[in-house]
């Protein structure tokens, strides 16, 4: 039966599990928008193109998926180019389609074209793959081709533009093939291999498991939890993989910012790392808290990229493939004998609860605006137990890593590119991805807030179940923090990293359709989230935070495990 091509790029994605698009209707898709309701997607029309494709992300990393972004041609693509970065850099499968002027490939000389630039060889090194639709009947060769390259190796975006003339044109086609007809799907390690890494497993005495970004964005925590069952170590938590697998809350640390974690990372003469790049922030696995036991110190590695194999540093037995097909492999090897639990275990995870217990006693109370790790203690305490937590910012991020209560299953934020203002698209992408079922909650500073403040309309359109909780102090924190450093204090204006102290974001939030709370007490945080989530109704608390704790001060003595987080920066180090 002959479709429309916009019914045919439809066809082919729901192939793919596919069932969102996120866009501003351009005028070529105004079709496939009306078909993609019909045929029962979620359609979601934010108010700027670089927050959908943030949304996107979103969806992509709670579903395991990839996820559709659609752009208008000209100033709406120039819009998602920078989330289209994002995704690159936080290798994330998302599929950019964009509009186009028709015949842009027909040669002209002509000037002033309107909405009219060749966007194509922009975006080459934006995304893994970048194509033009000439002709209709390159529909199912090129979607193809793009989910196949977006999926294989290193996930990645990837832009698909389709010119006026083609997308309304009629194909007689059979039904879609499978996702397996065309690309690898959820490729194993080689047995051999496979057999090796549970030698080395077998004979270690101290062993660790390093959990990176991609365990969540794959979906693949509950299979990483039965290897740590038969593994019988602690977890420990790239600053990239912040979510917990359910069932092993107890023994996971987050690496550099935990005792336990540093450690069990010292003492440890295995490392198994999953969905891990093994960069900056685990300094390559070979330097800082690794660097004791460097060279006798085994390393097995899960990559779906052969290339990324060894690049950081040696490797003893690489299992190349699919995390979700490979760690399902690697536990079965290690059935026959299962070991017993590694004997510092036990201490580990009770001084990691005593740590929590410390931090939220420890925190500061403050007469005047709240400390920064008092508002994470407070909000962290309130956050449900079966949240989303999103974050955002610079300074109060930092401060999150070692002042947060709460453990929960899904975590989302912008680790690797370090975008901010990506927060707010986050949470609302994610947040459709589970159905709005689960509540939702964002923790972010004003200056981030403000990048895409706009979207809490969106927020409150769809009705989500999202409570944001806003730290303010009227700067940029880190920079302000930079210019002290730099200059002392009161030696310079500090130009560019203030702004108005009369902003109201719980204003602003009921001007666009939301629920808005202004809380200076501490011990009233925990109540008014409690109570904004009982609402079902998205809700922004205006939180003031001290200002100078924030910047961490000349010598940053109020910023947490600031030098840590420092050494991610160490350029030529190793």
């Known amino acids: 039966m002959p479709v429309k091509v916009y019914e045919r790029i439809l066809q082919l994605l729901e192939a793919e599990g596919i069932d969102a698009l996120f866009g501003i209707p351009d005028p070529n898709f105004v079709h496939?928008?009306?078909?993609?309701?019909?045929?029962?997607?979620?359609?979601?029309?934010?108010?700027?193109?670089?927050a959908v494709g943030f949304m996107a992300e979103a969806y992509s990393r709670m579903t395991g998926r990839p996820a559709l972004c659609i752009a208008t041609l000209g100033p709406g693509v120039a819009n998602a180019a920078g989330s289209m970065i994002c995704a690159k850099v936080e290798n994330s499968p998302v599929i950019f389609l964009g509009g186009q002027r028709g015949r842009v490939t027909e040669q002209r000389v002509r000037r002033g074209r309107i909405q009219f630039v060749k966007q194509t060889p922009l975006f080459e090194n934006s995304v893994k793959y970048s194509a033009c639709i000439e002709y209709a009947d390159q529909t199912d060769e090129i979607i193809r081709h793009a989910l196949r390259v977006a999926q294989s190796g290193t996930p990645g975006p990837v832009y698909i533009e389709y010119p006026a003339h083609v997308i309304q044109d009629e194909?007689?086609?059979p039904a879609p093939?499978?996702?397996?007809?065309?690309?690898?799907?959820?490729?194993?390690?080689?047995?051999s291999m496979v057999a090796k890494a549970a030698e080395l497993i077998q004979?270690?005495?101290?062993?660790?498991?390093?959990?990176?970004?991609?365990?969540?964005?794959?979906?693949?925590?509950?299979?990483?939890?039965?290897?740590?069952?038969?593994?019988?170590?602690?977890?420990?938590?790239?600053?990239?993989?912040?979510?917990?697998?359910?069932?092993?809350?107890?023994r996971t640390f987050p690496y550099g910012f935990s005792d336990a974690a540093i450690e069990a990372v010292v003492k440890s003469d295995l490392c198994v790392a999953i969905g891990t790049e093994l960069g900056e922030p685990v300094h390559y696995g070979k330097w800082r808290h690794w660097a004791d036991n460097n060279a006798t110190r085994k390393w097995v590695h899960i990559e779906l990229d052969p290339a990324a194999i060894g690049v950081n540093r040696p490797v003893d037995v690489p299992l190349v493939g699919d995390l979700r097909t490979v760690v399902p492999q690697l536990t079965e090897a290690l059935k026959a004998r299962p070991r017993k639990p590694s004997p510092d275990l036990a201490?580990?995870?009770?001084?990691?609860?005593?740590?929590?217990?410390?931090?939220?006693e420890s925190a500061p109370r403050l007469d005047g605006p709240m400390h920064t790790a008092r508002w994470v203690v407070e909000a962290t305490k309130a956050f449900p137990q079966d949240g989303i937590l999103v974050r955002d910012g610079g300074a109060t991020v930092i401060f999150q890593w070692t002042y947060s209560l709460c453990k929960p299953q899904d975590v989302i934020w912008n680790q690797n590119f370090g975008h901010l203002g990506t927060g707010l698209p986050y949470a609302i992408g994610a947040s459709l991805a589970d159905g709005a079922k689960r509540p939702t909650m964002l923790l972010t500073s004003d200056s981030a807030f403000l990048f895409h403040i706009g979207e809490l309309e969106t927020a409150a359109r769809l009705n989500l179940p999202l409570v944001t909780v806003v730290g303010v102090d009227h700067q940029w924190g880190l920079e302000v923090g930079v210019y002290k450093r730099t200059f002392g204090h009161g030696k310079t204006s500090e130009p560019g990293v203030h702004w108005s102290k009369d902003v109201r974001f719980d204003r602003i939030a009921e001007g666009l359709g939301c629920q808005g709370r202004y809380i200076e007490a501490s011990e009233e945080l925990g109540p008014a989230i409690e109570a904004a989530f009982a609402s079902r109704k998205p809700t922004v608390i205006h939180v003031p935070i001290d200002p100078v704790v924030n910047h961490g001060g000349l010598e940053n003595k109020d910023m947490p495990n600031y030098s840590e987080f420092r050494t991610w920066y160490a350029e030529g180090t190793q």
């Open 203 to 250: 004979a270690a005495k101290s062993p660790i498991l390093l959990v990176g970004h991609a365990v969540h964005t794959s979906r693949g925590g509950q299979q990483v939890k039965a290897l740590a069952d038969a593994m019988a170590c602690p977890l420990i938590q790239t600053s990239g993989g912040t979510s917990f697998i359910q069932g092993v809350q107890e």
């Open 177 to 191: 093939l499978p996702p397996e007809a065309y690309r690898l799907v959820q490729p194993g390690a080689d047995a």
């Open 171 to 173: 194909l007689d086609l």
């Open 32 to 50: 496939l928008f009306v078909e993609a309701e019909k045929r029962g997607w979620k359609v979601v029309a934010p108010h700027h193109e670089l």
């Open 347 to 360: 201490r580990w995870i009770e001084a990691d609860r005593k740590r929590l217990l410390k931090l939220a």
